[in-house]
């Protein structure tokens, strides 16, 4: 079947068989590796992604239901070579140590953030409780979100 998704500003149409899970179609189809997959049963919440700026766990989702929908992946939260504040709190508080599932943790944080833009520790950590690290703690990825909500208008890239 043929669908046309909007993923990170860009239409991209592909035929697919119906049964293709979004992840796959985001990572093989539209070529966007930034997306991961870990469970497929949608536990870990590593390829969580906004599905018309909802998050979403892309694992348990066909790529036929986000037909005609927008998609953004941690692709799309850069713009115009600038990180948005969550990539670059991120950076800056060291929040991912092996980076599997660093994008999910992104876009859930800036998602949080877009809702309540200075969350309490407890608030991100519930925030991010649908979603596994199995090498932080979460001690840094608090922090990074923390860090995201103090510099809303981070506009440097650190190199």
Known sequence: MEITITINGEQVTRDVEPRTLL??????DAGLRGTHWGCDTSNCGTCTIWVDEKPVKSCTMLAAQADGH???TVEGL???????PIQQGFIECHGLQCGFCTAGMMLTGR???????HPSDDEIREAISGQICRCTGYKNIVKAIQWAADNPATS????
């Open 111 to 117: 998602a949080l953030l877009d809702e309540n833009p």
């Open 156 to 159: 440097e890239v650190t190199a």
């Open 70 to 72: 927008s998609v953004t």
């Open 78 to 84: 850069e713009k115009g070579g600038v990180l948005d």
């Open 23 to 28: 992840v796959h179609f985001i990572r093989e």
